[in-house]
């Protein structure tokens, strides 16, 4: 490189065990038309310290996972989840501050640690002049795994009478409940709906799905529906493929991740609304947004002193509304294309992005 040439531009993307957020990081960083070095993250028991306290750090990083975040620094850092963000904040400072930190999700912290926020629905974020307001999580399939999947999944499934009906399962997330009732009344309701119409249900468990739950909503489908229990890191996984192949698409409404990618395939969907356990902490923030004026509230969520709590109910109730999914059973049909702003979000995150190189550069 000739002397005085400004160096390519670094990005950085911290993956944790979190597949959605990871999975929103990889789709955010395709539309964008990135291409970052993704650097595994792997935690200890430190991460239980609030990250008001934590600060910027990496204590809560286990030994052998500290030592690839070495120098060069990247100019862009692109993160998500509540543990990856002291060490965020700790990049950033190695870096002399001339890291850009974007985040996915709430931050579990102040909004102004980071140059860019996208705020999912689901946490209602406060209008900030760093937070871009997402319609819906940025989960989009791969087009290489969406063809790896098919390639295995679509022989197996020729011949089998359409419609094809996938049922993607999640599990409890707290505050919601996916129990064994729950679960039977779903399989009971698509077996019906399949008799109806005279085709398959194509059904997938997942890592959250209690084996008690899959055995019920097995048990209550016809037997020529193609079944497939989670099996961790199996590569025969067929969410993607049934994702693709399927005429429409039914999913439990624990995960915003799985109704984005179920919207984004442009079939039919219906969401399963799960029950609400009593939540405290959800419970005592709802109380607070009642009784303090709405600019406390906010000012509060902007220092870090309250974390938005996640409400897929209201979530769905807007998707709903807006004719975009439907409930299992129901006879309804899409009304509408998704209006999705993903386009939108990387356009944002490459003006972000090319005004810090254009400094770099200048300097």
Do not use: C
């Not at 600060?55 to 692109?78: E, F, H, V, Y």
């Not at 055995?215 to 693709?244: C, K, M, Q």
């Not at 409400?311 to 006879?331: C, N, S, T, V, Y």
């Amino acid at each position: 490189m000739a002397q005085g040439t400004p160096s390519a531009p670094i990005v950085w993307l911290l993956r944790t065990d979190k597949a959605g957020d990871n999975a929103q990081l990889h789709a955010l960083a395709r539309e964008a038309g990135l291409t970052p070095i993704e650097k595994d993250l792997s935690f200890n028991s430190f991460t239980r310290i609030p990250n008001l306290l934590m600060g910027a750090s990496n204590a809560a990083l286990r030994p052998a996972k500290s030592t690839i975040l070495i120098k060069p620094w990247p100019d862009l850092l692109l993160s998500s989840g509540r543990r990856s963000v002291p060490v965020a904040r700790w990049i950033k400072q190695q870096s002399g501050g001339k890291t850009l930190l974007v985040h996915i999700g709430r931050p579990w912290g102040r909004l102004v640690w980071f140059d860019l926020v996208f705020a999912m629905p689901q946490y209602a974020l406060p209008q900030r002049a760093n937070v871009f307001q997402a319609r819906m999580p940025f989960n989009a399939l791969a087009k290489d795994a969406i063809a790896r999947s098919v390639a295995i999944w679509q022989p197996r499934l020729a011949g089998k009478p359409r419609p094809w009906i996938a049922v993607l399962v999640g599990g409890p997330a707290r505050p919601m409940a996916f129990d064994e009732t729950m679960a039977e009344a779903l399989g009971e309701t698509i077996a019906a709906r399949a008799s109806q119409k005279g085709g398959t249900v194509l059904l997938s468990t997942s890592r959250r799905t209690p084996l008690d739950s899959a055995d019920a909503i097995i048990a209550a489908l016809d037997r020529n529906s193609v079944i497939y229990r989670w099996r961790g890191t199996d590569s025969e996984n067929p969410y993607a493929a049934f994702l693709t192949l399927a005429d429409e698409i039914v999913v439990t409404g624990d995960s915003a991740s799985m109704i984005a990618e179920a919207l984004r395939s442009g079939k039919k969907v219906s969401v399963l609304p799960l029950r609400l356990q009593p939540d405290f902490r959800r419970r005592f923030v709802d109380a607070l947004r009642t009784v303090l004026p709405a600019s406390w509230f906010s000012f509060m969520v902007d220092l870090g002193l309250i974390a938005s709590t996640r409400d897929l109910a209201h979530l769905q109730k807007r998707l709903r509304k807006e004719g975009l999914i439907g409930r299992p059973g129901e006879e309804t049909d899409r009304l509408r294309p998704l209006d999705d702003d993903l386009p939108r979000a990387a356009q944002r995150l490459r003006a972000l992005f090319a005004a810090r190189v254009d400094a770099k550069g200048a300097r």
